[in-house]
């Protein structure tokens, strides 16, 4: 970590509590400028809460947060523009169509009217949306809506990027497609990614690392991912059994799945 | 006479949230089915109209042709007094309409502002409409500026009360999606706010239409001239029954026709909305 670039995102001993309950301990790690980030760990591990924290929804009890040199909760305003979220539910305004809830952060950050429809329609293009701009949330099925929320993110064009598992409800062949398209969007455009998911295969194929959380966002792993390993199928399975033993272990359906997926 | 009839009006329930996002469309058949029943009744009430009118006294029970005759009378000599008071009825509604969004948003955003306003709304709904109605002739000359204060006071509660629901309705998870693009607070009132209690307004406006016009009527027979309630009060003291009975009529079919024409508007404003069908 010492030889990041620069860091985008730092976390240095965070802590959240709701009353009683510590969903974050002390959490500190960062995410350089281009890098992508998998966070993984069984539900309830508080990887929503980090995300929330990064993104600024939430405050921190104590530690401290940067993004991008600003802190996300107190700096409010400060990222507009440069970051840009994908949430675990699809979180579509029902009174706006398909392609008015593709446009609606453009057209938060002033985009033109004009401009903003053009993009948006690019990108629910680019999701395999073309038919479906003009239908409202109830007409459109969930994978459909989760692909309408995640045009919506990528459409803004943000230097980072906060996934949580928008490809988990997407049959196999959309995730994939989506995946490879986020991926290489990201890479070719240098973005930063810190992304949640509860699929193995899923990191190991997107992330640059794989930050493993238990209970209380404990770091249990943290796995840097190369070229190499990806393409060795013996390192891949090793990866890939280190990171389920991190998790405390895989459900056996999610393992035999994640394994299917990440052989190559 | 109106002291009773205006204590017993009892004023619509004001907030029932619940019904916000799941509009009830009644099948083909139920909806052909209360056509159906609407028919009998109102041919019932005819035929023992008819049959009353034969043994007692034209001044107690006019015939209900008798009835419609002054209908149309009324229709061809008094349409301005129908206009007069639709016109008053709507200045009032759209008035209540905008100041409660207002007192509704403050009270829904401005925590420290909110226990004040409540109270006040709250003891403005225990007012009887007839005590505003009694004070709105005392402290005001102006037969308009009498109408316009009593439809107000008694409109702009349910207003400020279902949209300070709405806006407590607002799913977090919304907010936190628009505020993760770093909305201005206008943004956040245009794309998030407003478009979602719209249909707590369009709520709130079917469920008042027929008590504002109930209230708008008695409002004119105490403090106006002129309007459908003023009419009425002078058929009755010159003894036209058969005018009472035809003004009841046209405004059973104005309740009627303002509710289809929210009802209408509701439709395509909220066309974003699913159809349950209930079964
Ligand atoms: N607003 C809140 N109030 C109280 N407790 C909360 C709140 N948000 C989260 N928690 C608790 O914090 C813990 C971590 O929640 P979080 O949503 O971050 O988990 P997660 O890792 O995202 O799980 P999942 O994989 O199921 O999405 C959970 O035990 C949850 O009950
Ligand atoms: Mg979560």
Same mark, same amino acid.
């Given at each position: ?40 760990? %069984? ?17 921190? #009890? ?10 996300? +909760? ?16 699809? %979180?579509?305004?029902?009174? %706006? ?30 999701? &395999? ?6 239908? +409202? ?49 990201? &890479?070719? +455009?240098?973005?930063?990614?810190l992304f949640v998911t509860h699929r193995i295969a899923d990191a ?37 059994? %280190? ?7 895989? #459900? ?13 | ?52 009118? /034969? ?34 009825? /709507? ?68 207003? /400020? ?63 106006? /001239? ?54």
């Amino acid at each position: 970590m010492t030889n990041t670039p620069h860091a985008m995102i730092e976390l240095k001993n965070v802590r959240k509590t709701f009353g009683e309950f510590i969903a974050v301990e002390d959490l500190s790690f960062s995410v350089a400028e281009g890098e992508i980030v998998a966070l993984l760990g %069984r539900t309830g591990a508080g990887k929503s809460t980090v995300l929330n924290l990064v993104m600024g929804t939430l405050r921190v #009890d104590s530690g401290s947060i940067r993004v991008a040199d600003a802190d996300p +909760y107190h700096d409010f305003r400060a990222l507009r523009g440069r970051i840009a979220v994908s949430f675990q539910t699809d %979180r579509l305004l029902p009174w %706006r169509t398909a392609v008015e809830n593709a446009e609606l952060g453009l057209l938060i950050l002033g985009v033109k009217k004009a401009e903003a429809r053009r993009r948006a329609l690019d990108w629910l293009a680019r999701v &395999k949306l073309t038919g479906a701009e003009d239908k +409202y949330v109830h007409e459109l099925s969930g994978g459909m809506r989760q692909r309408v929320s995640l045009a919506r993110a990528l459409a803004v064009d943000p230097k980072i990027i906060f996934l949580d598992e928008s490809f988990s409800q997407l049959d196999h062949v959309t995730a994939k497609t989506l995946r490879t398209d986020f991926l290489r969007i990201a &890479k070719e +455009y240098g973005k930063t990614c810190l992304f949640v998911t509860h699929r193995i295969a899923d990191a190991i194929e997107i992330a640059d690392r794989a930050l493993i959380l238990t209970k209380g966002a404990r770091i249990a792993l943290l796995e840097t991912i190369t070229e190499e390993s990806r393409n060795d199928a013996g390192a891949l399975t090793a990866l890939h059994d %280190r990171i389920a033993a991190a998790m405390g272990g895989a #459900d056996d359906d999610d393992e035999e799945d994640d394994r299917e997926a990440a052989t190559p | 006479m109106t002291a009773g009839s205006v204590k017993t009006t009892s004023p619509p329930v004001p907030v029932a949230s619940g019904m916000i996002g799941r509009p009830r469309k009644p099948a083909n058949t139920e909806a052909r089915r209360d056509l159906i029943a609407t028919t009998i009744v109102v041919v019932v009430m005819i035929v023992a109209m008819q049959i009353a009118s /034969a043994y007692v006294p034209d001044y107690i029970m006019p015939a209900p042709l008798n009835v419609l005759e002054s209908t149309k009378e009324l229709l061809l000599n008094d349409k301005t007094h129908i206009f007069v008071t639709l016109a008053r009825l /709507a200045v009032a509604v759209v008035f209540s309409m905008f100041a409660g969004i207002i007192i509704g948003g403050i009270m829904g955003t401005v925590g420290a502002l909110r226990p004040i306003l409540r109270a006040v709304i709250i003891i403005d709904t225990g007012i009887p409409a007839l005590s505003w109605m009694l004070v709105a002739v005392f402290w005001f000359r102006d037969a308009e500026t009498r109408i316009f204060f009593i439809l107000t006071v008694i409109l702009l509660p349910f207003y /400020a009360l279902n949209v300070y629901e709405g806006i407590r309705a607002l799913p977090r998870d919304f907010v936190d999606m628009v505020e993760s693009f770093r909305p201005t607070r206008w943004q956040v009132l245009r794309y998030l706010i407003i478009p979602h209690i719209v249909p707590y307004i369009f709520l709130t406006t079917r469920s008042v239409i027929g008590y504002a016009i109930r209230m708008a009527v008695f409002a004119e027979l105490v403090a106006s /001239a002129i309007g459908i309630g003023s009419r009425m009060s002078l058929a009755q003291s010159t003894f036209h029954i058969d005018r009472v009975f035809a003004w009841t009529f046209l405004l059973v079919i104005l309740n009627f026709a303002l509710q289809a024409g929210v009802g209408a508007l509701e439709k395509i404003a909220l066309k974003w909305r699913p159809e349950v069908e209930v079964r």
